[in-house]
């Protein structure tokens, strides 16, 4: 309430309280508006005759810092010219003193609903933001939370971004939301693969060759960066570039300009570029393979991915995600994972990350056809790796990208059948025969487990 009248003032407090709302009075405009910076009001009452400034004055700078906050003007002026003057500002209403109550108790309640309406509405957007501004990433969890809010940070500038993780965990997903949700939106997204091409290709990829500027130049090429002119460049396992190319490289980025090779022709280029990958580039630069000024130019802001082993809150999110992308390729019917699979995908440690889940989705759908996917549908390895059991090193036949050769010899091979049966008698063991501690610590359902009990002739004493 903005009334310097005392009367007026306990008048307005008293009908206020009397219907539920909690009146907070000021008696000048700029009192009120201090006040902003730390209450959140659901309505505001305001007097047009102030001591310290006019009501038309205060009602704008209310709908300058608080659009959506409702305003409820008192005159107690009759003039029908002040009031047309007023209700261009747009007030929520308008009462010209003495005003009857009961109407005045029914407009404050109806602002304060559309307040608490809009509010509701702000909320819902900032979540269907949230949930589809990136929406090939997928994740709630609170580090993919940190990733989303770094994201934000440098979407609407071109400072360059590092983006480190290990393989597969999505580094290209988070360049593409960077630049498809920033001012470059418009422009190429134009991405190379640093470590997937030889040292010799590298120079011509990123800056382009003349007609005859080597054996095999039968055309002109326009690089990497020519192509991304007035986009984004990402720039995947950078620090697999040669000595040759990170020299060059750093002169393109201090300069904006660069020749193409047997070209004499100075091109201008505007670009922004994200860097990424899976090495330790501060050890490359310690060790001398890496270029200390080109780093610094590269890592102006870096940006870390969880793996997914970190983040497993994510997997069952992650899973509906794949499964949805993968369902109509390959074909086949509707698709539940049981909440037994879904427990065993969680306990796996992912060295491969998403990618590794995805070869998993891909390998289950197609051996199954789709339908109820229960604990035991999935690769045997991982739940192997549910129930505790410890595997070889790059046996688990996920195909991701975390899998390893076998170093030796193994001399002890027995069948997974053997490994999954000691599992289960050691956890019934563990839990004294209680079948349903047993399935939980097991990270598979109760049914599973039962089956598993008949198949190797097991048998639970307790339910």
């Not at 091109?267 to 310690?286: P, W």
């Not at 076998?406 to 289960?424: H, N, S």
Request: overall charge negative.
């Amino acid at each position: 309430m903005i009334e310097d009248d005392p009367a007026a003032s306990l008048l307005l407090a008293s009908l206020l309280r009397q219907n539920g709302f909690r009146p907070v009075p000021f008696t000048t405009g700029q009192a009120a508006l201090g006040a902003l910076e730390t209450d959140e009001p659901a309505a505001v009452c305001l007097d047009l005759m102030l001591p310290d400034a006019s009501g038309e004055a205060v009602l704008l700078e209310l709908r300058a810092r608080e659009p959506d906050l409702p305003v409820i003007v008192l005159s107690g002026q009759g003039s029908v010219t002040r009031a047309v003057d007023i209700m261009k500002l747009r007030p929520f209403d308008y009462f010209v003193k003495p005003f009857d109550h009961d109407r005045f108790v029914r407009s404050v309640q109806a602002a304060v609903r559309e307040f608490d309406l809009r509010g509701q509405l702000h909320r819902l957007e900032r979540e269907v933001r949230g949930a589809f501004r990136f929406d090939e990433i997928v994740g709630r969890s609170a580090k993919m939370q940190r990733v989303y809010e770094q994201i934000e940070k440098v979407l609407e500038n071109r400072v360059s971004v590092f983006i480190h993780g290990q393989s597969g965990t999505g580094k290209e997903l988070v360049a593409k939301a960077i630049h498809c949700n920033g001012p470059r939106r418009t422009g190429p997204f134009v991405t190379l693969n640093c470590g997937a091409i030889t040292e010799t290709l590298q120079e011509t990829e990123l800056f382009g060759h003349e007609k005859g500027a080597f054996t095999g130049a039968v055309a002109l090429s326009r690089g990497k960066f020519e192509q991304a002119h007035q986009g984004t460049l990402f720039l995947d396992e950078i620090g697999e570039l040669s000595a040759a190319v990170q020299t060059r490289l750093l002169r393109v980025l201090q300069e904006g300009t660069l020749q193409r090779l047997g070209g004499a022709e100075t091109i201008t280029v505007d670009v922004r570029i994200i860097s990424a990958t899976h090495r330790d580039l501060e050890s490359l630069v310690a060790s001398g393979r890496f270029r200390e000024d080109l780093y610094y130019r590269l890592v102006v802001f870096p940006l870390e991915i969880p793996p997914l082993r970190e983040r497993a809150e994510d997997i069952p999110l992650l899973v509906q995600h794949l499964v949805r992308k993968q369902i109509a390729t390959l074909g086949v019917k509707p698709v539940t994972f049981e909440q037994d699979a879904i427990d065993v995908l969680c306990r796996y440690d992912w060295p491969g990350n998403v990618r590794e889940l995805d070869n998993v989705i891909v390998r289950t759908l197609v051996s199954t056809g789709g339908g109820r996917i229960t604990a035991e549908q999935l690769p045997q390895q991982l739940l192997l790796h549910a129930m505790g059991v410890t595997t070889v090193p790059g046996q688990a036949g996920t195909g991701g990208d975390g899998a390893g050769a076998v170093d030796g010899v193994v001399d002890d091979i027995v069948p997974l059948t053997d490994d999954e049966r000691q599992a289960i008698e050691r956890a019934l063991k563990a839990v004294g025969g209680n079948m349903t501690l047993a399935a939980r610590r097991l990270g598979v359902g109760r049914a599973t487990l039962y089956r598993k009990l008949t198949e190797y002739g097991l048998g639970g004493t307790r339910a």
